[in-house]
C-alpha cells in the first residue's frame, strides 16, 4: 500500500459506480482487502500509509478504527449492491493487522459476510508482526475464520534486522510458523528481503535456510527498494548507508531461486514461490489477473471492471468522511482499453502461467523470436518468462510495450 496517492477524477460524493460497470465485473472474481494503517515502530525502508501512535496524534483510536471499517463495509455493500458475487479472497494488511484484537478483524470477516456473502472456499489472511502474535492469537483468528498467515520475517541475521530497523527477535517469525501450524492454520507464509545494506551472500543464505527450516507452505522474497521520502532515502542520499546494487540483487534472486527450488517451492510469481498450488496466495493472483476488488482503510486501492479508485491517506480524514455518511475516495480514474491491455500484459508476465499469445498486440509479438533468442522468454500458448527473464522482467515488458505502439510494417 504505497503512501503515495495518483491523481484522479474527483468521485461521486455516495462512492456510486455505473450500472454497466457492475454488470461487466460480474463475471471476475471478488476480493476486499483490509488496510490496518498502525505500527509500533516505523521500518526505515517502508514506504506504506503507515503510522505510529505519536504521528496519528488525537481523533484516531487502534480501539475503535473497527467500526470506521464496518462503515466503509456498508457503504460498499450499498455501491456494490446487485454485484451477487460473493467474496473469494479477503487480506488484511498494512501496517500491523496483528495490532488489533483477533476479535476485530473477526467482526468485520462477519460484516462482510452478512452485506455480500463470502465463498465456502474463500481464502481469507491476515498479515502478522511475529512480535505481536502469540497461540492464542493465532487461535483466536482461526475461530474468527481465517484460513492464512503472513508473518513478516525479513531476515534471520540480527544485523539486517537492525539495518532495516526491524525489531523481531531472532528466531521468533520462526517460532511462529509452527504456532500458526499448530493452531490448525494450513497456508503460513513468510515474507523475506534481500539487498539490504551490509548483507552478504552467506547471510541471505542464512536467512533462507532459516526460512525453509520452518517449513511454511509459501515464501515471499522481495528486492530492497529504497523509496523517496524514507528514512534508508535520506541515509543512502547522505552516503550513511550504501545503495542496494542491481548486480547484487540480481544474483540474491538467483540464490533464492536456486534455494527454494532445492526445497521443494515453485515459483508462480517473480517474487512468491509455492510449495503446492493450494499454497499460492490467490488474494494475489485475483491482483495480477485483472479482477476485482474493494480496498476499505484509509489510502486502500479499489478496481471494479476497469474502474480504480482509491481513499484519502489520513486514518483521521477517512473516518471523519465516513461519519458524515460520504465516501472516503480521494479520486477515481476509467481504464480505457489500452491502459487495461497494458495492465494485463505486465501483470501477466510476472506470472508462471505467463502471458497468452492472444493478448500481445500484433506488433509486439514480432519482438517475440528476438526475446527468446536472448533467452528471456519461452513460448508456446503462453509466453513465459526464463529464469534469465525474471531478473529483466521489467526490460522484457517495456520491450513488448514499445513494440506495440509501433504500428505493423
Known amino acids: 500500500m504505497p503512501s503515495a496517492l495518483p491523481h484522479g477524477d474527483p468521485p461521486p460524493p455516495d462512492g456510486r459506480l455505473p450500472r454497466t460497470v457492475l454488470d461487466a465485473g460480474r463475471d471476475a472474481d471478488f476480493g476486499v482487502y483490509v488496510h490496518v494503517p498502525f505500527c509500533d515502530t516505523r521500518c ?18 487502534r480501539g475503535t478504527y473497527v467500526d470506521t471499517l464496518l462503515r466503509e463495509v456498508r457503504l460498499a455493500a450499498e455501491v456494490m449492491r446487485g454485484y451477487t458475487r460473493p467474496i473469494s479472497t479477503i487480506f488484511f494488511g498494512g501496517g500491523t493487522p496483528t495490532l ?18 463470502i465463498a465456502p472456499d474463500a481464502e481469507i489472511t491476515t498479515e502478522a508482526n511475529p512480535e505481536t502474535v502469540t497461540p492464542g492469537y493465532f487461535a483466536r483468528l482461526r475461530e ?8 513478516g520475517m525479513q531476515s534471520a541475521v540480527p544485523k539486517v534486522l537492525e539495518v532495516l530497523d526491524r525489531k523481531h527477535r531472532q528466531g521468533r517469525p ?25 548483507e552478504t551472500d552467506d547471510d541471505w543464505r542464512a536467512s533462507l535456510e532459516a526460512a525453509i527450516a520452518a517449513n511454511p507452505d509459501h515464501i515471499s522474497a522481495y528486492a530492497l527498494v529504497v523509496e523517496e521520502g524514507t528514512a534508508l532515502a535520506r541515509q543512502v542520499a547522505s552516503g550513511v548507508v550504501p545503495e542496494p546494487d542491481d548486480d547484487v540483487l540480481a544474483d540474491r534472486y538467483l540464490i ?17 514461490w509455492a510449495k503446492t498450488r493450494a499454497a499460492r496466495c490467490r488474494h494475489n493472483e485475483l491482483y495480477w489477473s485483472d479482477a476485482s ?13 476497469g474502474v480504480r479508485w482509491w481513499n484519502v491517506k489520513h486514518p483521521a480524514r477517512y473516518a471523519a468522511l465516513l461519519e458524515q455518511g460520504r465516501s472516503p475516495a480521494a479520486g477515481r480514474e476509467t481504464l480505457d482499453a489500452e491502459a487495461r491491455l497494458t495492465e494485463r500484459m505486465m501483470l501477466a508476465i510476472r506470472m508462471r502461467s505467463g502471458l497468452p499469445f492472444d493478448d500481445i498486440p500484433p506488433a509486439a509479438r514480432e519482438r517475440l523470436p528476438a526475446l527468446a533468442q536472448w533467452g528471456l522468454v519461452s513460448m508456446g500458448t503462453n509466453v513465459v518468462l526464463t529464469q534469465r527473464g525474471r531478473l529483466m522482467a521489467d526490460a522484457v515488458v517495456r520491450e513488448l510495450l514499445t513494440a506495440a505502439e509501433r504500428p505493423v510494417a
Open 293 to 305: 476488488w474493494w480496498g476499505l482503510g484509509p489510502g486502500a486501492h479499489s478496481h471494479v471492471a
Open 256 to 272: 533464492a531461486d536456486d534455494a527454494l527450488a532445492r526445497a521443494g517451492y515453485q515459483w508462480y510469481e517473480i517474487s512468491n
Open 44 to 61: 526505515g525502508y517502508c514506504d506504506f500509509n503507515t503510522y505510529t501512535a505519536t504521528e496519528l496524534g488525537n481523533g484516531v483510536s
Open 174 to 198: 520462526e517460532q511462529a510458523v509452527a504456532e500458526a501450524r499448530a493452531a490448525g492454520f494450513e497456508h503460513v507464509n513468510l515474507d523475506l528481503i534481500y539487498g539490504a545494506p551490509y
Open 144 to 151: 474468527a475464520g481465517f484460513t492464512r498467515v503472513s508473518i
Open 100 to 117: 488489533l484484537p483477533a476479535e476485530h478483524l473477526g467482526l468485520v470477516l462477519r460484516e462482510l459476510h452478512e452485506r455480500f456473502g
